[in-house]
């Protein structure tokens, strides 16, 4: 069997320097993507366990899934938003945060509030340079209408998204700046901005510039966000598989279907029963350019496997199902456990375990 280990004390750790560097901001537990692979429910159960009560997601499902498992007090905001009327009125019976995006979006929700007797709640996007969604920073009088002509809906916060690429990124200031012109212009109309927050997890952990009244973590949760050196978080996420077989393979022979290799010497291989459609070997994006292609290629070069405390390395290209590894001057037989690191977000085929 196939499992996916999520390490709960490292999970704890990673909630540590979040709290840390959240320094008493409102923290949003990002729980988009499925809980970052991890799954929503359990993710979340976690999260509240350590004190967080809020949580942030992208799919009516996953706001479904987690009322239906007792989080009922929780505030769920929807990191989306939407006009399409069926999904306003399941956001609005969760009792989810709407986001406000636009006019569009703001009429939207209003008239289903309006049409059903009530007041729902909301937050207000803003574009600063992300494109995916938002109030243009070049069109603050579209943002106070929203504030001035949405009687049923209650705007309790206000968020960005920012491009967070690299280390003191001067984009990422410029971006702040332009948030800042738009909560200037919504406190100079005598308006109540409520929660304001642009950070998500590489921001937190490296422009405290950026803290405001809340931040949004999701990645850093699983140590999965752009990493540095002193970033102090844990990667979290491994998979376990038994060895599907072990034999020797002569000197000449090929291997892979994808460019195969070919084998200088005889070559003890180990089968190992996942390949990239259970997700091993992906990763998320990185920094692009020639330095950035080089480390992952170096990466995917050094990749291993360990087997009874032992590292295996993959030999050729990582296959569909099955890898290769080269157990040439390893003790290990058919069987026998072998444990590797696999992202969440990419793992298939396997059976969830907290531990």
């Known amino acids: ?33 499925d809980g970052g692979g991890a799954g929503v429910v359990p993710m ?3 999260l509240r366990a350590e004190g967080i009560g809020r949580f942030a997601v992208y799919d009516v ?16 905001l929807m990191l989306r938003s939407t006009t399409d009327r069926e999904e306003l009125e399941q956001l609005v019976d969760l009792g989810v945060v ?17 049409n059903r007797a009530t007041v729902a709640c909301a937050h207000i996007q803003v574009d600063t340079g992300m494109g995916f969604g938002g109030f243009l920073v070049s069109e603050p009088e579209k943002i106070l209408l929203a504030y001035r002509s949405l009687p049923n809906v209650a705007l309790e916060g206000i968020y960005t998204q920012l491009h967070s690429i690299k280390l003191n990124d001067p984009e990422t200031g410029h971006q702040l700046d332009q948030f800042h012109q738009v909560l200037d212009a919504i406190h100079d109309a005598g308006f109540e ?18 803290r405001l009244d809340g931040v949004r973590a999701g990645s850093a949760i699983l140590g999965r966000c ?3 050196m ?19 393979l002569p000197k000449g022979h090929t291997i892979g279907t994808d460019r195969p290799v070919v084998l200088k010497k005889p070559t003890r291989v180990a089968v190992l029963p996942v390949g990239y459609l259970n997700g091993f070997g992906l990763t998320r994006p990185r920094e692009s350019g020639f330095w950035a292609m080089l480390a992952q290629w170096r990466h995917a070069k050094r990749r291993t496997v360990r087997v009874g405390g032992q590292r295996l ?43």
């Open 1 to 33: 069997m196939r499992k996916l280990v999520i390490d709960k004390a490292g999970v704890k750790h990673n909630l540590t320097v979040i709290k840390e560097k959240a320094a008493g901001a409102v923290i949003y537990g990002v729980l988009t993507g």
């Open 44 to 46: 979340a159960r976690l």
């Open 61 to 76: 499902g996953e706001a479904k899934a987690l009322r239906e498992a007792g989080f009922v007090d929780e505030e769920i």
């Open 98 to 114: 709407c986001t406000i995006s636009s006019v569009d979006t703001g009429l939207a929700l209003n008239a289903l509030a309006e």
């Open 193 to 210: 901005t409520g929660i304001v927050h642009a950070a998500g997890s590489f921001t937190l952990l490296h422009n405290s510039n950026a």
């Open 226 to 228: 752009r990493r540095t």
């Open 230 to 248: 002193d970033d102090r978080l844990k990667t979290i996420g491994a998979g376990e598989a038994p060895l599907a077989e072990v034999r020797w």
């Open 313 to 355: 390395r993959v030999i050729g290209p990582i296959g569909a199902t099955e890898t290769l590894l080269n157990a040439t001057n390893v003790k290990c037989s058919a069987g026998d456990l072998a444990t590797f690191d696999i992202d969440p977000i990419f793992a298939r085929g396997f059976v969830r375990e907290f531990r």
